[in-house]
């Protein structure tokens, strides 16, 4: 199984990012855990300086931009 990590404040894109990470979830059909995280220490953790941030399996991936669900399929597949 997969983990997606939003990294963000809890700001609209922050929410928009998680929700457009789950629709690709869906959409490809895999099993995944989409999880968001506010904690500012482990966002430091992840070297993130941009929010939001997506984080695949531990893997910092795209940060201060909100991906669009096709983006974010393309980093799943």
């Known amino acids: 199984m997969k983990l997606v990590q939003i ?8 929410e928009k ?12 059909g895999i099993q995944a855990q989409v999880e968001k995280i506010t904690d500012i220490n482990v966002m430091v953790g992840f070297g993130v300086m ?7 399996d531990g893997e910092v991936k ?3 931009k909100v991906l669009s669900a096709d983006e974010i399929k393309k980093l799943l597949a």
């Not at 990012?17 to 490809?28: G, H, I, R, S, W």
């Not at 941009?50 to 695949?56: F, G, N, Q, V």
């Open 7 to 14: 990294l963000g404040p809890g700001c609209f894109k922050c």
């Open 17 to 28: 990012l998680k929700k457009n990470a789950e629709e690709a979830v869906q959409q490809l």
């Open 50 to 56: 941009a929010t939001p941030a997506l984080a695949i």
């Open 62 to 64: 795209s940060a201060g």
